[in-house]
């Protein structure tokens, strides 16, 4: 029996549109054979949706489900904003991110999850595809859970309750009152929406990312014709500088009753001594829709659809 891989499943999806299980059933039922699997899906009319397939899906919803002690985002994207308001389309992606708590962040097991309905999050995904005309996937998920603590939720650009454009997970492990701390953690969750942060410490941040950035400081740095020693220094005060817009503890907090001046991570020590006990922030996620989707050249189907109008 062939090995069969994420890639392996990845690119089969992509070609044909099918579900992810369907796929691994393929690629296994034909060993591998990435021709013989598009083949299998079309006898078995799995790959129907595969001529929307190649249609970019950017825009549609995260979902955000919680409970005290964990959190899930899913998203789930479609071709336009219209169908990202339509009421079916908005309960599926309702459902898939409650199911998300249990599926723990797992993409394939929560496709394979069964929906109120008694059919898979996949097949209920065909359906709505096959209803409404337009390719949608369900792009990534994720988890969080502490123990003890909260993990806190915020939505942005909401459509409706723990649907929206924007999606939060903050975790905070701490003994302290779980209401009190609750309140703490949607104050930071709201500062992740705005803020952007890209990593929790200096130390979460990707090297490449840290070391790309020195290079372009150390070549900025270098045009001021000043000795190396000197800009070495600059670098350093520049590095500190991309940590603060970047580093989550680092940032200059955003949310309700700041001043602007104290930092994410002077928050949290403020709200320790204030509640009588130690907070740590474990982590944080933030999805929004469409980030990092490249819509290629052609433009999306939104765009697509009005050229057609003549407009």
Same mark, same amino acid.
């Given at each position: 029996?062939?090995?069969?891989?994420?890639?392996?499943?990845?690119? *089969?999806?992509?070609?044909?549109?099918?579900?992810?299980?369907?796929?691994?059933? !393929?690629?296994?039922?034909?060993?591998?054979?990435?021709?013989?699997?598009?083949?299998?899906?079309?006898?078995?009319? #799995?790959?129907?949706?595969?001529?929307?397939? &190649?249609?970019?899906? =950017?825009?549609?919803?995260?979902?955000?489900?919680?409970?005290?002690?964990?959190?899930? #985002?899913?998203?789930?994207?479609?071709?336009?904003?219209?169908?990202?308001?339509?009421?079916?389309?908005?309960?599926?992606?309702?459902?898939?991110?409650?199911?998300?708590?249990?599926? /723990? &962040?797992?993409?394939?097991?929560?496709? !394979?999850?069964?929906?109120?309905?008694?059919?898979?999050?996949?097949?209920?995904? %065909?359906?709505?595809? =096959?209803?409404?005309? /337009?390719?949608?996937?369900?792009r990534?998920?994720? !988890?969080?859970?502490?123990?003890?603590?909260?993990?806190?939720?915020?939505?942005?650009? $909401? $459509?409706? @309750?723990? *649907?929206?454009k +924007?999606?939060?997970?903050?975790?905070?492990?701490?003994?302290?009152?779980?209401? %009190?701390?609750?309140? *703490?953690?949607?104050? +930071? =969750?709201?500062?992740?929406?705005?803020?952007?942060p890209?990593?929790?410490? @200096?130390?979460?941040?990707?090297?490449?990312?840290?070391?790309?950035?020195?290079?372009?400081?150390?070549?900025?740095?270098?045009?001021?014709?000043?000795?190396?020693?000197? +800009?070495?220094?600059? +670098?350093?005060?520049?590095?500190?500088?991309?940590?603060e817009?970047?580093?989550?503890?680092?940032?200059?907090?955003?949310? @309700?009753?700041?001043? &602007?001046?104290?930092?994410?991570?002077?928050?949290? /020590?403020?709200?320790?001594?204030?509640?009588?006990?130690p907070i740590?922030?474990?982590?944080?996620?933030?999805?929004?829709?469409? /980030?990092?989707?490249?819509?290629?050249?052609?433009?999306?189907?939104?765009?697509?659809?009005?050229?057609? =109008?003549?407009?």
């Amino acid at each position: 029996m062939a090995n069969v891989t994420a890639n392996m499943v990845k690119d *089969l999806r992509d070609k044909t549109g099918a579900g992810m299980m369907d796929c691994k059933s !393929a690629l296994t039922e034909t060993s591998g054979d990435m021709e013989s699997a598009v083949d299998w899906l079309r006898k078995k009319g #799995l790959a129907k949706a595969a001529k929307k397939a &190649g249609r970019v899906a =950017a825009e549609g919803l995260i979902g955000v489900a919680a409970r005290p002690d964990a959190g899930a #985002l899913v998203e789930v994207n479609s071709e336009t904003d219209f169908v990202a308001r339509n009421d079916q389309f908005k309960a599926f992606v309702k459902e898939a991110s409650e199911l998300g708590l249990e599926a /723990e &962040g797992d993409v394939e097991k929560l496709l !394979a999850m069964p929906m109120s309905s008694g059919a898979s999050v996949d097949a209920v995904l %065909k359906e709505l595809i =096959a209803r409404i005309g /337009e390719n949608m996937s369900v792009r990534r998920a994720t !988890a969080l859970a502490v123990s003890p603590g909260v993990v806190a939720t915020y939505v942005h650009n $909401t $459509t409706s @309750p723990e *649907l929206g454009k +924007i999606g939060v997970l903050v975790g905070l492990r701490s003994t302290a009152d779980q209401t %009190k701390l609750a309140a *703490l953690g949607r104050q +930071i =969750a709201m500062h992740v929406a705005a803020a952007a942060p890209l990593a929790l410490t @200096p130390g979460h941040l990707p090297q490449d990312v840290v070391e790309r950035e020195r290079e372009i400081q150390r070549d900025l740095a270098r045009q001021s014709g000043k000795p190396e020693n000197v +800009i070495d220094k600059m +670098i350093e005060g520049r590095m500190r500088k991309f940590y603060e817009d970047t580093v989550l503890l680092a940032q200059k907090y955003l949310g @309700p009753g700041s001043d &602007g001046e104290i930092t994410v991570a002077k928050l949290v /020590e403020n709200a320790s001594k204030e509640l009588g006990a130690p907070i740590e922030i474990i982590g944080f996620v933030r999805y929004a829709v469409g /980030e990092g989707i490249d819509k290629g050249p052609g433009g999306d189907f939104a765009d697509e659809v009005k050229q057609m =109008a003549g407009h």
